[in-house]
């Protein structure tokens, strides 16, 4: 009314007193039609600080009615007229706008003062502008309805902040109050913007405001939303007026824009685990349960609980996570109702109901209360008990002093195990206890052992039996009561033996009731969610495979037809013409009746691409399980490949051709999945469930999970976490789309089998299916058959100590290429001691990383072996058994070097399993010092670091070098750490220098020093060759060679003239030549013992002037051999001699003439090789190169020995000989004379060959213990 009067519209002033006539009479408002609007928010805040100070409401205009709401209050110095402006009429809008203009500054000003002592209405709110703003109540106006202005108050905004709560914790909450706010109180822009301003930051707040713009400007984009960005979701007050129809909606939009940023704006994170922890507590209703799902699924996951997934996923929890005796009576529901949630609600309702709450009073009472009619009388205490499958009930005689409970009768049969008793009569007696069996005593349940005495004239219910039961035995009225108290009625086991059957049944349950129904395989495939098409990729230049199949009997086409045809159900197989074909083969199983369908993708297999396998090694695979981990879990997914599906353009290479057996109808089928049988599905399918198990929240709790392929292993300290795990797991898997082998899972145990090893607290072991299948293999009889059983027992190979050894003897077996094996004695020795080891087989203990490992090392017959252990007590505890076998290079090194390459070898076999922790390595040869002293002799460049990198760069190694040369001595506490006798340095410089005393240092006292070099050059398209020998200024003896001789022989030709010139002398010899330094030095003396053979059996090159260089080498007195690095720049004695004798070597090879090749003999042979010729009175051996056939005529020989040979012909040869060189010195063998034998070989057993060279035929004979036969 101020308002009016203020502004002298007295006119209006019977429509304002109708107005708050009518607000203040909710009633009449009803009687006359008018929409009742939302209580004012003031309205109520007034009220509540008037009940506060307990004033009475005052009756204060002819309005208002004494108990009703009213803005207009004694104590309040506002008044509702203030807050709501009359409806402006036509001519006042013209009139005001024509009067814009000539307003004069004295009424300006004047209108400024009154504002300012004007009220609070006036005083905030310019009147220039729309008059009529948010929060909008709707009013009659002159020309009907009109909506007028009330503001928000702080305590409003305050409320709803408070209700709103952490934004980001659950936008949905949030989206709801602000429409709920939107309905009730019609905010206008500016309301909504200090609404935005209030519950939320200043971050989220341009979080919803973008997110809402963003999904405007898409809808705009796409031609669907007419105008701009700025038009729906403006960031200033756009003025809209409420009362004009097109404003009003785009207010109205605008709000709907404001709600779905608020839903949006946050990005929703994904966690099922936390969908699976909302259970239905007891006293909770169904429908309240159900609610709480679908807001988690609203929050948690990217489902919508009114969506036909969603609702799917709503039926399995609610199914699964409702209150026990809910879910006992959900499972009952069949067929189409249990399908459909309403009709589950209400049946959760019905049980919900019909609760008898007198049972939950009872909880702890008694439920077993089995007082039989014949246990009235003391005499005879009875009970009845059902024994076995078939419940059979059996009466026994409560006997409380006897130990066990005692059967007459083999219901099942007897067991190794026994016992001592003493009967009535006092004598000890030896009794057998059955086989354990199922009981069942009123509603408990359990599996006992009893003992067997037939001659006992009642069975006995004992004291082992009672006392687990915890059974209570009470005398009243001449009548004995027998009871079990409830929380035994279960979980009753023998406390003779337990039985796991009964308690995995009841874990199976349980972990069946919390988890997603869907995760157990079933008939319908299932299908990985997450995951992209599979895109098969050929080999360049690859043409289509078109493979016929074969010809297939009717009972195998009829045997997997029901497979097809329920492939072709589920959409993993379709029907296709591509130009692609491969054959498919029905593989019946063990059982004779059912069919595996197989698809030979060999032929496709070889077109496409190859991906690098990055399976898990399964040897290397449990180094990760901790030796406190008791609790296991193996997942066995069921038909894992197929849960992948094939890109369309990829299914054509998988075709093959099928024909109905009933129709005879012939097609063409491709599979629509990644198949069986192709090479790269384990890969694939393998690296898609390790991505999805990264994103599986795992539950609090030490554990770890493993993964191979499609086999899972979850290994965890306590029974309560493994569950945890376990259901955690199988949801994920089951709403990933994977599907759970029910057959072949093993779920919270202290013992499982994972990937063929029997793995429990602290140790792995071979399963003994695996060894019963190996063992009971029979002699293999061809190469095929063979390889399979190395394979096999290749798998269990860390279980088996010196398996490498073992199977030599077998290996040796397979050079052969013929196709049936011929079995030597010593393979089939191998063959039974191999299985005999493999039964023997002991239990390894899991690697723990957080203790040190010791590793003993050694080698036998060019294998590296070795033992990885733990300490476990006193003892060390075995945890692998090492074998390998060194290759063929390493192969042919002394005993010593041997050594370092098995150590070596080992060490990188054991860091798979220590994992970068300490390991102390025992060995009986000081590796170290071998490798540093003589490794740079035998060892190649790359290969000395290589082995210098793992011995000596490592600081997780230590090396102790001990007298231990026995693993079992290595294993116990009593082994001796011995100082080594042997010395591994004085041996290699002993057996295979080329003399004892030659060195590799420079002598002191020397009468020479000598500098050798070879040349070797191509010039005018002839290689020419020389080699020199030189001190520091002069030319020692420089020489051409013939022509075509290659730089290392060149080498060795001047190394050998020098030690020839030195002959008894004390000489120093540098040469640039590794390969003769080595020769000298080290491989010389070892392949003249061979037979001047490499490791691999074959000739080697230079082997006449080899064996020339190591007959010089004894010459000299003394003599050291050093090497130096050639073409240096330096000014040192030894490069000043190095570049002369460089210099040198190819002077003579180009200036001088190599000298002619002419033969000499005939000399007579004594010894031969495959590769060389002893002559008699010829100290070096002579190379077959340099002899050829020579005429031979028959020479007698009369022995003087104690050998007796008659008419012996021996082979005669010409030596390739050099007219005027001191290369050789050949011996004139007479051709008639005496000789004796025996003087010949220091052996008494000697062959001579009979093929030198080629087309060089000769006698052969052989003399053992002076028994001499010709052949």
Known sequence: MLFLWREGKWDEVVYADMFFTLRNHPEWQKECGINLAPQD???????????????????????????????????????????????????????????????????REREETDIRFSPITTRTRSKVGPAIQAPLRQAMGAGGPVRIKVPFTLADLDGWRVTAGNYRDDPERVAKG??????????????VDAMLDAVFSESEKQ????????????????????????????????????????????LVRYREWIAYGIRNAVPKSVNWSKLYEIKQDKKESPTDFLNRLKEGMRKYTPLDPTSQEGKSQLIFLFLGQSVDDIRRKLQKVQGADARDLERLLETAWQVYRNRDSRKEKQMGKTIANATVAALRTVEEPLVKIQLGKEEKPVEFLID???TFSVLNQTLLPVSKQTVNIVGATGQVERAFFLRPLKFKIGKSVGIHKSLYLPEAPRPLLGRDLLEQLNAEIRFKDGEIEFKIPEENHIEILSLVLTEPQVREEEIMQEIKDQVYPGVWASGIPGKAKNAELVVVKLKEGARPIRVKQYPLKLEDRRGVKHIIDEFIKFGLLTECSPEYNTPILPDKKPDGKTYRLVQDLRAINRIVEDLHPVVANPYTLLTSLKETYEWFTVLDLKDAFFCLTLAPESRNFFAFEWENPDSGRKTQLTWTVLPQGFKNSPTIFGNQLAKELEVWERPPGNGTLLQYVDDILIATEKEEECKEWTVSLLNFLGLSGYRVSLQKVQILKKE????????????RQLGNDRKEAICRTPEPTTVKELRTFLGMTGWCRLWIYNYGLLVKPLYELLKNSQTQLTWTDEAKRAFKELKLELMRAPALGLPDITKPFWLFSYERQGVALGILAQRLGPYKRAVAYFSKQLDEVSKGWPGCLRAVAA???????????????????????????????????????????????????QDDIEIVTSAVINPASFLSNKQEMKTVVHDCIETIETVYASRPDLKDEPLEEADHTWYTDGSSFVKNGVRMAGYAVTTTDQVVEAKSLPKGTSAQRAEIVALVRALELAKGLRVNIWTDSKYAFGVVHAHGAIWKERGLLTAQGKGIKHADIILRLLEAVQLPSAVAIMHCKGHQKGNTDREVGNKLADYEARQAAEQGDPLEEKWSGPFQVLLTTYTAVKLEKHAAWIHYSRIKKAPTGPWKSQPTGPTSVQDLTLPLVELHEVPVSPFLQPVQVPLTGSTTLWRISHSSQFCVISKLVEGTLCPSIQIINEDVEQD
Request: hydrophobic share 35%; glycine share 8%.
């Open 400 to 402: 409380t002093g006897a």
């Open 903 to 953: 150590v070596v070898l080992i060490i990188q076999e054991a860091r798979k399993f220590t994992l970068g922790q300490k390991m102390v390595v025992h060995t009986s040869h000081a590796v170290t010092s071998v490798l540093e002293q003589k490794g740079g002799h035998w060892l190649s460049p790359s290969r000395f670091l290589k082995y210098q990198a793992v011995l000596m760069e």
């Open 178 to 191: 602000f429409e709920l706010i939107v309905k009730t109180q019609d905010p206008d822009w500016e309301d």
């Open 752 to 763: 499982v089998i994972y990937l063929g090893f029997v793995i429990s607290k602290g140790q």
């Open 207 to 250: 979080m919803v405001v973008r997110a809402a713009r963003t999904q405007v400007q898409a809808l705009v984009l796409a031609g669907t939303l007419p105008g701009t960005v700025d038009n729906h979701v403006p960031i200033t007050n756009p003025g809209w007026d409420p009362n004009q129809m097109g404003t009003r909606n785009l």
């Open 41 to 107: 928010p003031m309205v109520l805040v007034i009220e509540k600080e008037r009940n506060k100070q307990n004033r009475i409401l005052k009756r204060c205009c002819s309005a208002c009615s004494i108990g009703q709401r009213c803005l207009k209050v004694g104590s309040q110095n506002e008044r509702l007229e203030d807050y709501l402006p009359p409806l402006e009429r036509e001519g006042d809008r013209e009139g005001d706008a024509g009067a814009v203009g000539r307003e004069e500054p004295e009424t």
